[in-house]
């Protein structure tokens, strides 16, 4: 995935923002591959949290947000887990 930075803005009196004028060109990011995979399954992980606990009240939610915060927590560990080697593989 590649992402252009957008170019730097300055407030101008008047209250309106107008482009920073610069003689270098946009900075151009890629993110890796596995980064995006990571956030990906980050994103799916929430959205399971959330349907779990969707439309429950009273102790049935109680019930099913503690379960599913601590499947999200455990989610997110392995994740952070996942990021940290491949970082230590990138280098």
Same mark, same amino acid.
């Given at each position: 995935m590649t992402n252009l930075l957008p170019a730097a803005r300055y407030s101008r009196p008047g209250g309106y923002s107008q482009p920073h004028r610069r003689s270098e060109a946009q900075m151009t990011i890629?993110?890796? #591959? #596995?980064d995006q995979a990571l956030e990906e399954r980050t994103r799916e992980a929430w959205q399971r949290y959330a349907e779990r606990v969707r439309d429950l009240t009273g102790a049935e939610y109680e019930r099913a947000e503690h379960e599913s915060w601590d499947e999200? #927590?455990?989610d997110l560990a392995a994740f952070a887990a996942d990021r940290a080697l491949a970082e230590i593989d990138a280098v």
């Open positions: 890629t993110v890796p #591959q #596995q999200l #927590q455990a």
